[in-house]
């Protein structure tokens, strides 16, 4: 049996074990609503605004363990910066599948990733009926919170009570269980609306041929502009791009085989496969067809698997699109236990700038950094737009696969890298840059990052100086608890306490 000491040593060679990240991914069942007292170093005064988490926070139902973080039920963490304090207050989203588990006690329903019902493929055959978990994303738009799945309608919060009041159909415009993407741009100014702000957001309905609709939505949050396109094959997309006048999307090359979940042996995700020979499609949709723009572009490049994009932006006759890329997408296997993931086994994401060329169909790409990274973010008003910094999660080492356990700032212009990291048993989620009020420079801000702290099973909130790193943390923000690996979140300047 190894020593503490020689465990320790270990530690520091791999940057992590897999029992401290593996605490990340516990349940938290109790809702809270406190003023966080026990802060290292200072929240800045002019920090004032609330921000919004969303992730799976349950992670088993009454002891019966799901079979991927992806199928817990949405958990809405809010975090609210008010003259130099900060309240956090955290409610789970009262879907009818959450509240039915509750009252039952036991695993109701199919999950997208694997998750099955008791009893066995008998108990799952042809049960088609998925639980809208609304775990991936949380926004806040048009006076209205929602919390977004990307596989069916959102649900609507309270802001100050997290109270969910009920689905959103966006005037009717959504109709009943119609999808809404979970990982909408937000365009900082809108030509069509006369340099207005609008939400840019899809969905995906996938078949042989897939339709994609986009949706524009207005600062009142009406949609304003709504357009379906069909592309041929299957498509598994999560995240897309925009410009001043696109929508990009990274067709990922997979393969989808209905039979095992229609028989009830696996879950509809794990029915996907990778089909590493063949090229990934980028499909160009312009955002303003009925102005004449109405020809879709196709281009093929061979990329792995892309989850996650950070920015895109025109030059001349190319459109440059920032992206994470896998070499190939982790399937999810029956009788797994995600918690006992190989990271060394797995391929890491790593960013690479790709090249579409519009007038001559061509696409090149060049690798930006090599090291395991997830999560970007960049200042809100260059979303579309040229950009010189970003912000992602990231290993601690350079080399390797590993879980997330820093942040790391890109300077594109000079090539300078600055890293913080919460290693050896701190665990990161996805940044949030949050601009400075007034100011001009691109990096002058904070970033904000929920970190999981296995030494003390708490998470914290991590302000970091979003123009200097090397600095360290600005302020920790020990909450009383964990809040389990999120997703997805966003920043508001608006208040809510």
């Not at 609304?134 to 309608?153: M, P």
Request: overall charge negative.
């Amino acid at each position: 049996m190894q020593s503490y000491e020689d465990q320790q040593l270990k530690t520091l060679e791999k940057s992590y074990t897999r029992k401290d990240w593996q605490g990340g991914y516990k349940s938290l069942t109790q809702e809270f609503d406190y003023w966080i007292d026990d802060v290292e170093g200072e929240i800045p005064p002019e920090l004032q605004g609330t921000l919004f988490r969303n992730g799976p926070g349950l992670l088993d139902i009454q002891g019966q363990s799901i079979h991927h973080p992806f199928d817990g039920d949405g958990m809405i963490s809010r975090i609210s910066f008010v003259n130099s304090r900060a309240h956090y207050r955290n409610s789970f989203v009262k879907t009818a599948g959450y509240l039915s588990e509750k009252n039952a006690g036991k695993i109701l329903h199919r999950g997208v990733f694997g998750t099955q019902k008791p009893g066995g493929w008998l108990a799952n055959i042809f049960d088609f009926k998925l639980k809208n978990i609304a775990n991936t994303n949380v926004i806040y738009w048009g006076n209205k919170l929602l919390a977004l799945w990307e596989a069916a309608e959102p649900h609507r919060l309270d802001p100050k009570t997290l109270e969910t009041l009920g689905k959103e159909y966006f005037n009717n415009v959504l109709s009943a269980g119609e999808a809404f993407g979970a990982h909408p741009r937000f365009d900082p100014n809108c030509e069509q609306d006369n340099g207005a702000p609008c939400l840019v957001n899809f969905s995906v309905k996938p078949g042989l041929s897939t339709k994609i609709t986009i949706f524009e939505l207005n600062l009142a949050g009406e949609v304003v502009r709504k357009h379906a396109h069909n592309v041929p094959g299957f498509c598994f997309i999560h995240d897309f791009v925009i410009t001043p006048n696109y929508c990009i999307f990274f067709q990922n090359p997979v393969s989808f085989n209905p039979i095992p979940f229609v028989l009830g042996l696996r879950g509809a995700g794990e029915c996907i496969q990778v089909q590493p020979n063949q090229p990934t499609r980028i499909i160009v949709i312009p955002r303003f067809p009925q102005s004449g723009q109405k020809e879709i572009k196709t281009l093929e490049v061979r990329s792995g698997f892309i989850f996650h994009h950070v920015n895109a932006f025109g030059v001349g006759n190319e459109i440059l699109v920032d992206s994470i890329c896998y070499d190939s997408l982790p399937e999810v296997e029956p009788e797994s236990d995600f918690r006992q993931v190989d990271f060394e086994a797995i391929a890491p994401g790593q960013l690479w700038r790709f090249y579409l060329n519009l007038k001559d169909g061509t696409v090149q790409k060049k690798l930006i950094e090599s090291r395991c990274c997830e999560f970007p973010t960049i200042h809100p008003r260059n979303v579309g737009r040229s950009y010189r910094y970003l912000y992602m999660s990231a290993a601690h080492t350079e080399s390797g696969n590993a879980p997330l356990q820093a942040l790391l700032k890109i300077d594109l212009e000079s090539g300078e890298k600055q890293i913080w990291s919460a290693a050896p048993r701190g665990f990161t989620g996805e940044p949030i840059f949050v601009p400075r009020p007034g100011s001009e420079k691109e990096d002058d801000g904070w970033v904000l990052a929920l970190v999981y702290d296995a030494a003390h099973h708490r998470s914290d909130v991590v302000i970091l100086d979003a123009s200097d790193f090397t600095k360290g943390a600005i302020a920790r923000l020990h909450l009383q608890h964990h809040v389990p690996y999120g997703l997805h979140g966003n920043f508001t300047p608006q208040i809510f306490v």
